[in-house]
Structures are given as structure tokens and as C-alpha cells.
């Protein structure tokens, strides 16, 4: 077990230059102010204990707070053991703070009130389970009460960071929407390194991956901490430049989520975990993941959703298998783990909360132990847990696999296909088989009309190499994913990219192939209000609000047609390699038969997007 030295650096206010100024109060006295959407920290003085200390502080203490907004509106936020309350810098394994952190969303005075519990395994409870019968008050902070003011942000921030939009949330519909701004989320993200965590700028974490290639991508005024960590090339205290430049990087092209593990113990990358060692799943390592949190708070300022994938098929039965050899459905280890990890990564504004990769994968070489399939009922169970611990409408969902196996999704009589615990799939497919269109719109379909529409994205568009073919990229998979009413996409690397890659720089075509159409979207298109057509035209994708707007997609626009209502149009396209928007001139139909379209200016065997709308005048 690798023991961390305890010694006090100090971290470069930086944070400060980026608005973080409120969101970093501490203490419980007073009255606190905090900017709307910021983070909110109180801090409370409990026992002294450490991370290996009996009764374990992760276990067998529980922290927890009510919010009541000025609308009197009820929040139930957990909280956890926070060592010294300062470890991303002292590196401190032991101490008598415990944290809570919430990001308000209502202006005015808000109260709240504190549970401080003890007992055994109390923490894998969740809060609305009488405490009488299984736990005792664990005295300090247990049932103190308090206020805070927020206030509307005079800070000038990136449009990008989150806190200029609000909370992220699922709302019903087919889109993740801003609970601020009230602006619809369409994603273009970055599905590799999965790794990502696997670096050497955080305490306790066995690799030599430092992302060297993006320390120039650092910036004046960027989050730096210094490690304990052996493995880390340099000075220390210059460790963290690589990952913060990486990120910097991606949000340069307009990158807004990134899809890592947070713990792939016995899986593909073998470097991440939150505990203090790999076989100790309820010991939580507090500096190393004080220090996540710091990149966390960077990815939301550039505008990067957190995409947390909790477990993948080589470990999606771990915590079983550690804990009772499988005999249990539900391990302890694991709600403590979803709580931990709640608890200190909850309150940031995007997120999504993926149960697992890859996951119903059968181990093929019969022992499964950790590799075991999780079930249908496991899937729901985790994550009807994992939506308890929730207080704003989260995005939670589950990824699939292998590539184009959706049985976990729709297998008959055995599935989660609209399970309200879920908020969506986490799609894998193939990057070269054409069939990323018909596997994101069948799924658009069987759930747009339910009262629970599942918000779609195509997470691993896998390929066994790494990606060479720009145009099949845009083609069949950014375009068909967004033309088939998808809320999003990720780019996977390919060739082991997940795993080996430091360098993303020679991708940043493909990233530009999403962000450029992402973009498009957002700018010109109402898609939120729009539904997936296989009717509107034989030679190309549509979507439509049935009424007034069509927009239409051709890989080739020299066979582009349409069958649209008789009346008069304006049709503009949309060049979608050159990412330009080109005016066009008003069409009329006489009949609503499908009949060719006008050829755009140039390029005419290459892929076009037509928008069409009802002509007014």
C-alpha cells in the first residue's frame, strides 16, 4: 500500500484569475455570499481520524445537508470526509474536516441544515432511510443550521464556462437543456484517452502518463498543484501543466466533454482508482481526489462536460466479487463508491454518470469473477441508487457492448429500454459499418414518444486503428448521429488510442468535423424542436418539425430530392466540409411528390446540407 508523505506546498492562486474567488469559502459561521451556479463549500469540524482509520470515515460516518431555497424549494446534498480540508495541497491523509459542496441555483437567502451520523456501513444508506435503526448521532455538526446569500455573478467569464449557463439537466425531452440560459446541449466530444486520470500529476497514481506534448498548451493563470507521486517527470510542482494544457487544447476546437474512467483496476488502463490502493474499496485516497476536483473545475470553465464512466466490462462485477465473491446482487463497497464520488464531483454543473463501459459483455473465458455481466436488474438497481443521491435532474446512462451489441438496451423481456433511471444510452458502435444512423434513430424512436424520451448519444464509434478516413468520419458518423435526432457524439482514437495516446493533436481534423457541426446546429438550427424523418427523402436523412423546417442531408448532392408539401421555400445550404453557410433563392412545388432539389454551387458529388423553410412572403 503505497503511504503518501505529508507535507504543506502551497497551490498558485490561479483560480482566483478564473472566478473561483467565492467559490472557495470555508467555515460554517455567518453568513456566507456565493454567486449563483458557483460552487458553495462548507466545511465542519468533526472527528480526527484518517483514511485507514477504524470506524472507517468513509463507511461508517455520514455527512449530509439540506437546502432550502428561497422558494423553499428542498435539496438533499451528501457530503464527505475532506482530511484537513486543504489535501490537493498538503497531501494529508488524516484530519477532522468534513465538506459539503452544492452549486445554488435560485437567487436570495438560503438555509440549510446538517445530519452527522454514525454507524456501520452507514454511508451505503441513503438518506431518506430512517437513521434511528441503523445509526446514531455522531455528535460535532450533527443537526446545526445555517444560511447563506446568493447573489447574481458581476465575475466576467468565458462564455463557455458553465456557470454562465446554469445547471445542465434532463428535462423530458429528446436534448439536455441549461437550466440558466435555457440553451439546448448538443455534444461533440472527446471519448479517448479513457485514461485520462491515469497521470502522473496525481498523488498515488502508478504511470509515467504526463501528457508532455500539452504542457505548452498551459496557460498564465491556469490551475497548478504539485505530487507526491514518484513517477512524475520534472518538478512537481510543474506536473499538473500537462493535463490542464490537454484540456485547454481541446476546448480550442470547441470540444465540450470528455468520456474517462474513474476506476479501471484489473481493466484496460490498470492506473485508475479513488482509493488509497486498488484492493481497498472503501479506503478513499482524499488529496488525489481533491486534485481531480481541481481538474474537474477546469474542464466546466472551458466549457467540458465531465463524463464519468464508473466501471468497465473487465471490472463491472469488482466491488461483487470483492466483497462476497458475487453471492450479493448490490455490494456496500459499490454504494459507497457511487456516493463518494457523488458527493465531491456532484455540485460541478455538466455532467454525465455513465454506470459502465462496455457493460453485459460476457468474460469469454468463463471466469468471471470481477468480469461477470452485470443483469437487467443489477443495471436498474444501480442506478435507482445512484439517482437517489441525485438533487437536480442528472444525466444518468449505461454503455453497451461489444461495438453493435445493443441487447442490454431492447433484448426482449430483459432490458432497461425506458427505464427512468436512466436518462439515456451510452451508444458503441463501429466506425465503418454505415450503421451509426439506423442504431441512433432506432432508439430515438422507441423513446421519443414515452413520457421519458431518452436523450441519445453514440459514445464509441469503435475502429480497430487509429482513425485515417475524414470524410467517413463526417459522413457516417457525425452527420448521421445528428440527422437521426442524436444529442451528441464522442471521437474514439482507435488503434489502443484509449489507452497509449498522450498526444491528441493529430486528431484535431476529426474533433473539428463534430465541433463545425455541433456549431451549425446551434446556430442555425432549431433542432430541439425538430424529429428524425425516413420519409422526407430516399437520398438523404431529414429532420423536420412537420410543418415549416426541413433540413436535409445528402452524401452526394447531386442526388439530393425531397418530398415536400406544395407551396414556396427558401433553401439555403450548408457546406459541411468547408463549414459555410451559402444563401440560396426561393423553390415552389406544385405537388408533394418526391422530386430532385437544386444542386448546390460547386462540389456537387461531395455531402451537402439543405435547409428549407416555408417562404413567408
Given at each position: 500500500?503505497?503511504?503518501?508523505?505529508?507535507?504543506?506546498?502551497?497551490?498558485?492562486?490561479?483560480?482566483?484569475?478564473?472566478?473561483?474567488?467565492?467559490?472557495?469559502?470555508?467555515?460554517?459561521?455567518?453568513?456566507?455570499?456565493?454567486?449563483?451556479?458557483?460552487?458553495?463549500?462548507?466545511?465542519?469540524?468533526?472527528?480526527?481520524?484518517?483514511?485507514?482509520?477504524?470506524?472507517?470515515?468513509?463507511?461508517?460516518?455520514?455527512?449530509?445537508?439540506?437546502?432550502?431555497?428561497?422558494?423553499?424549494?428542498?435539496?438533499?446534498?451528501?457530503?464527505?470526509?475532506?482530511?484537513?480540508?486543504?489535501?490537493?495541497?498538503?497531501?494529508?491523509?488524516?484530519?477532522?474536516?468534513?465538506?459539503?459542496?452544492?452549486?445554488?441555483?435560485?437567487?436570495?437567502?438560503?438555509?440549510?441544515?446538517?445530519?452527522?451520523?454514525?454507524?456501520?456501513?452507514?454511508?451505503?444508506?441513503?438518506?431518506?432511510t430512517k437513521q434511528t435503526a441503523h445509526s446514531d448521532s455522531a455528535g460535532y455538526f450533527d443537526k446545526k443550521q445555517g444560511q447563506f446569500t446568493v447573489v447574481n455573478s458581476t465575475i466576467k467569464l468565458d462564455n463557455k464556462d458553465f456557470r454562465t449557463k446554469g445547471k445542465l439537466e434532463y428535462v423530458n425531452k429528446p436534448f439536455l437543456q441549461f437550466s440558466g440560459n435555457l440553451e439546448?446541449?448538443?455534444?461533440?466530444?472527446?471519448?479517448?484517452?479513457?485514461?485520462?486520470?491515469?497521470?502522473?500529476?496525481?498523488d498515488n497514481t502508478p504511470t509515467d502518463r504526463n501528457y508532455q506534448e500539452h504542457v505548452k498548451h498551459w496557460q498564465s493563470g491556469d490551475p497548478i498543484w504539485n505530487t507526491t507521486n514518484s513517477t512524475a517527470k520534472g518538478t512537481k510542482t510543474e506536473s499538473s501543466k500537462g493535463i490542464i494544457g490537454l484540456i485547454n487544447f481541446l476546448s480550442s476546437f470547441d470540444i465540450n466533454a470528455f468520456y474517462f474512467l474513474t476506476m479501471n483496476h484489473l481493466g484496460d488502463g490498470k492506473q485508475v482508482w479513488p482509493w488509497v490502493d486498488k484492493s481497498e474499496p472503501t479506503r478513499y485516497d482524499v488529496s488525489k481526489l481533491a486534485q481531480w476536483d481541481i481538474l474537474f473545475s477546469h474542464m466546466q470553465s472551458k466549457g467540458i462536460m465531465t463524463h464519468f464512466v464508473l466501471t468497465e466490462t473487465e471490472n463491472e462485477s469488482l466491488f461483487e466479487w470483492f466483497e462476497s465473491r458475487l453471492e450479493n446482487d448490490f455490494a456496500i463497497s459499490r454504494k459507497i463508491y457511487y456516493r463518494e464520488l457523488f458527493a465531491r464531483f456532484g455540485y460541478h454543473l455538466a455532467t454525465t454518470w455513465n454506470i459502465g463501459e462496455?457493460?453485459?459483455?460476457?468474460?469469454?473465458?468463463?471466469?468471471?469473477?470481477?468480469?461477470?455481466?452485470?443483469?437487467?436488474?443489477?443495471?436498474?438497481?444501480?442506478?435507482?441508487?445512484?439517482?437517489?443521491?441525485?438533487?437536480?435532474?442528472?444525466?444518468?446512462?449505461?454503455?453497451?457492448?461489444?461495438?453493435?451489441?445493443?441487447?442490454?438496451?431492447?433484448?426482449?423481456?430483459?432490458?432497461?429500454?425506458?427505464?427512468?433511471?436512466?436518462?439515456?444510452?451510452?451508444l458503441q458502435g463501429e466506425l465503418k459499418t454505415n450503421t451509426t444512423y439506423n442504431d441512433v434513430l432506432k432508439y430515438r424512436q422507441l423513446t421519443q414518444n414515452s413520457d421519458h424520451p431518452w436523450v441519445i448519444s453514440m459514445d464509441e464509434a469503435y475502429i480497430n486503428h487509429p482513425a485515417n478516413d475524414i470524410d467517413q468520419w463526417r459522413k457516417d458518423n457525425v452527420w448521421a448521429t445528428f440527422m437521426a435526432g442524436g444529442a451528441g457524439i464522442e471521437f474514439y482514437l482507435g488503434g489502443g488510442g484509449d489507452i497509449f495516446v498522450q498526444d491528441v493533436a493529430p486528431f484535431k481534423d476529426f474533433y473539428l468535423q463534430m465541433t463545425n457541426a455541433a456549431a451549425f446546429f446551434r446556430e442555425f438550427v432549431p433542432f430541439e424542436d425538430l424529429t428524425p424523418s425516413t420519409t422526407l427523402s430516399r437520398s438523404g436523412w431529414g429532420l423536420t418539425d412537420n410543418k415549416s423546417y426541413y433540413l436535409l442531408y445528402f452524401k452526394q448532392a447531386n442526388q439530393a430530392s425531397a418530398a415536400?408539401?406544395?407551396?414556396?421555400?427558401?433553401?439555403?445550404w450548408f457546406n459541411p466540409r468547408s463549414n459555410q453557410y451559402i444563401a440560396g433563392s426561393q423553390i415552389c412545388r406544385d405537388s408533394s411528390a418526391e422530386s430532385a432539389l437544386p444542386a448546390p454551387p460547386d462540389t456537387q458529388n461531395d455531402d451537402w446540407v439543405y435547409i428549407i423553410k416555408t417562404n413567408l412572403k
Open positions: 500500500m503505497t503511504i503518501k508523505t505529508i507535507k504543506i506546498t502551497f497551490l498558485l492562486t490561479a483560480f482566483l484569475a478564473l472566478g473561483f474567488g467565492s467559490s472557495f469559502a470555508q467555515g460554517h459561521s455567518g453568513n456566507q455570499t456565493v454567486n449563483i451556479w458557483h460552487k458553495l463549500s462548507l466545511t465542519f469540524d468533526g472527528p480526527q481520524t484518517n483514511e485507514l482509520a477504524t470506524p472507517n470515515p468513509f463507511s461508517d460516518f455520514r455527512a449530509d445537508a439540506i437546502f432550502i431555497s428561497p422558494s423553499n424549494k428542498r435539496y438533499l446534498v451528501p457530503g464527505f470526509y475532506a482530511a484537513d480540508a486543504n489535501a490537493q495541497n498538503t497531501h494529508a491523509q488524516a484530519g477532522n474536516k468534513w465538506q459539503v459542496l452544492f452549486s445554488p441555483n435560485e437567487v436570495g437567502v438560503w438555509r440549510y441544515s446538517m445530519s452527522f451520523v454514525t454507524g456501520e456501513n452507514i454511508a451505503s444508506l441513503p438518506f431518506t439546448f446541449f448538443l455534444k461533440a466530444g472527446a471519448n479517448s484517452p479513457e485514461v485520462l486520470l491515469g497521470f502522473t500529476g496525481f462496455e457493460n453485459g459483455w460476457q468474460d469469454p473465458s468463463g471466469d468471471d469473477k470481477q468480469q461477470k455481466a452485470n443483469t437487467t436488474k443489477q443495471r436498474k438497481q444501480f442506478a435507482d441508487y445512484l439517482q437517489s443521491l441525485t438533487y437536480y435532474r442528472e444525466h444518468i446512462v449505461i454503455h453497451n457492448g461489444p461495438s453493435l451489441d445493443y441487447h442490454i438496451y431492447d433484448k426482449q423481456d430483459d432490458n432497461i429500454l425506458g427505464y427512468k433511471s436512466y436518462t439515456g444510452p451510452s415536400l408539401p406544395q407551396g414556396c421555400y427558401q433553401l439555403d
